[in-house]
């Protein structure tokens, strides 16, 4: 019976310990699975195929040395780069490629094999993945113009003839969509050797060169010479092109991926203003960014995070009116991250601040894309990140964080007016709760008489202290603005305004809580409803239970204390370079654009805290045409009103 009792507290206390032999369990019994041999020597595949491309790179790179003179038009790591490992059998590189992608195992992996319609033909091979590439794109314009050749009037050579001429007047089209900002073109890249891309400088690729520029249609085609990089456009959703005897292949544009149309602001909304917002592509989002921006100075860099998500970011700014140096750390802290995956611009933000444990964001998201063109040409610079539908702003202030953009498009008494609301809503909601209890418990002097009495009457039938009343209360509004978040759409603000008022009124008649408890509570949290970015909001939600825990122990002190330590950590906070509280701090300089928002026809300069190229953003007469403006400083206005000073 003893046995019996032990075996089951055992099997209880620690499962494995009776599980029998055959179980499955993800522990280490003691040998090592037929898997994880199978794993290893797949993971010693993979290093031996990395060797032997560095190799043959490597081989090809000396090769066109000793052909070029010692010089392949290029040095170091450029040179090398322009230089592939693909091999000039078929069969091997769709080999290694299917290696690489885990095939057949991997169904998402489509290769079909062709003859392309030379003379004599040419074996050849289309690759793309499955869900990512457009497939009626890859029929009318890569396999019917291979396999059909119905355009031309005349059959293209083979490998054994010579190079058909090219046309002079074939250009690639300007890039557009999600593969704008990468490299295109046909021609060989920078660093390759002579004699277009098979490593030693001898004869070009005929077969490739006809194809890529007299057989396909698309208007963003490339040449890869590595394998890497061809892995990294068809998990982009390009379409590989292996030709058999060349040792380079061809990438088209076929993305076909599923992409959100533009749709309104779902948290920034406005009464009054732009009402598109950004989606999950960055291809997309750049575009809207430009519609706003103009200017050929807007320059946007593609940068990859992330080991395993291969994600492209792309950095905007401004060139000539952004510091060089905040581009030059800001590339520098997204490419030099080491991680496997970075799934939102949320992800990102904590891993390129300065303080990610801080509970002040140093990063301004948005996702509307007129705030993101002001603050671009102001001197600051954008992230976009690819299947995020939110911007990095960078550098950010503590300021620019209770800022929105329509305090630019009312007029500017009205502008000032609501950043005062939001100065007033800050303190009210990090702040009310506190004072509430340090006056109950502490310092009752502070309280008028009558209003004191008031209190004491409606607290006499409720069984809680003060603190664990007002705790108790904060807890349940934040539980039902939670649930109002999380269930869906259609009836969540039905069940946080109703459920607020039922609970309200029960605890009242229950006598669990006075009132002026369920008023304050309900102040403090529709103040911080109030501040319009979201990670700041959560942050001062955050302090609000700091406050009220300060107070129950030392009163109107403890809130003083914690005021100041506040105060002390947003001082010290940095955001690329930038104080968290400049222009106010460290060094109290101009700010007309801070606490009030001055005239716009006023605001000459940008701001100086981040330094930009060019610190003049308009002429310091906005308005020649007024006649209030002094004569020696009107401009003459052009012929046509344009508005704009000669």
């Not at 030379?118 to 289309?126: D, G, I, L, S, Y």
């Not at 497939?135 to 291979?146: M, Q, R, T």
């Not at 101009?590 to 001055?598: E, L």
Request: glycine share 10%; aromatic share 6%; hydrophobic share 40%.
């Amino acid at each position: 019976m003893a046995v019996a009792w032990w075996e089951r507290l055992a099997a209880l206390l620690d499962p494995a310990a009776t599980e029998p032999p055959a179980a499955f369990t993800l522990g280490d019994r003691g040998e090592q699975p037929p898997e994880e041999l199978e794993e290893t020597r797949r993971r010693l595949r993979e290093v031996q195929e990395t060797a032997r491309a560095l190799g043959t790179r490597v081989d090809r790179y000396l090769a066109a040395l000793g052909q070029s003179g010692g010089s392949p038009g290029e040095k170091g790591a450029e040179a090398y780069q322009g230089i592939g490992d693909l091999s000039p059998s078929l069969a091997e590189n769709l080999e290694r490629l299917k290696q690489r992608f885990r095939a057949p195992d991997n169904a998402d992996l489509i290769i079909r094999e062709i003859q392309v319609a030379t003379r004599p033909p040419v074996r050849a091979a289309v690759v793309f993945l499955e869900g990512m590439a457009e497939k009626g794109v890859i029929n009318s314009h890569i396999l019917e113009p291979l396999m059909l050749l119905a355009h031309l009037d005349h059959h293209l050579e083979g490998p054994g003839d010579p190079s058909p001429t090219a046309d002079p007047g074939r250009a690639s089209a300007p890039m557009t969509g999600e593969g704008a900002g990468k490299p295109s073109g046909g021609g060989p890249k920078a660093g390759q050797p002579p004699g277009g891309g098979n490593g030693a400088g001898g004869p070009p690729d005929s077969p490739l060169q006809a194809i890529l520029e007299r057989l396909l249609p698309g208007n963003q085609t490339e040449v890869k010479p590595a394998l890497d990089s061809v892995i990294d456009s068809l998990l982009y959703g390009d379409t590989a092109i292996f030709v058999d005897g060349c040792t380079r292949a061809i990438t088209v544009e076929t993305k076909g991926f599923p992409v959100r149309s533009v749709s309104t602001p779902q948290q920034e909304m406005v009464t009054r203003g732009p009402l598109d917002a950004f989606t999950e592509s960055f291809r997309m989002n750049i575009g809207l960014v430009r519609r706003r921006i103009r200017d050929p100075r807007l320059v946007t860099e593609i940068l990859q995070v992330g080991t395993l998500g291969r994600t492209y970011v792309a950095v905007l700014y401004v060139d000539g009116v952004v510091n060089p140096k905040l581009v030059k750390e800001v590339k520098r802290r997204i490419a030099s991250l080491r991680v496997d995956y970075v799934g939102s611009s949320g992800a990102l933000e904590q891993l390129v601040e300065d303080r990610p444990l801080s509970l002040f964001p140093q990063t301004l998201s948005t996702e509307r894309p007129d705030r993101v063109a002001a603050y671009l040409a102001e001197g600051h610079v954008a992230a976009l990140m690819d299947n995020s539908p939110f911007a990095l702003v960078l550098p950010a202030t503590f300021w620019s964080q209770l800022q929105t953009s329509e305090d630019y498009d009312v007029r500017w008494p009205f502008g000032s007016v609501l950043r005062w609301l939001r100065f007033a809503a800050l303190a009210t909601a990090v702040l009310t709760g506190g004072l509430y209890i340090a006056a109950v418990n502490f310092h009752h002097d502070m309280i008028p008489t009558e209003l004191m009495l008031f209190i004491a009457a409606r607290r006499e039938q409720v069984p809680l202290p003060a603190g664990l009343e007002l705790l108790f209360m904060e807890i349940a509004f934040e539980l039902i603005r939670e649930a109002g978040v999380r269930i869906p759409s259609v009836i969540g603000p039905t069940i946080g305004i109703v459920g607020a008022l039922i609970m309200g009124q029960a605890l009242v008649s229950a006598q669990l809580a006075s009132p002026v408890v369920i008023i304050i509570t309900a102040l403090s949290g529709l103040a911080s409803f109030a501040i319009p970015n979201y990670s700041t909001s959560f942050g001062l939600r955050t302090l609000r239970f700091a406050f009220i825990a300060l107070a129950l122990a030392l009163g109107i002190y403890g809130i003083a204390v914690g005021l100041f330590a506040v105060g002390l950590h947003l001082a010290g906070l940095r955001s690329f370079g930038v104080p968290y509280l400049s222009p106010l701090a460290p060094r109290v300089r101009h700010a007309p654009d801070v606490a009030q928002r001055g005239p716009l026809y006023d605001m000459e300069f940008r701001p100086r805290s981040i330094r930009p190229v060019d610190s003049r953003r308009q002429a310091p007469v906005a308005r020649p045409w007024d006649p209030k403006v002094p004569r020696w400083l009107r401009r003459r206005q052009p012929e046509g009103g344009s508005g704009e000073p000669r």
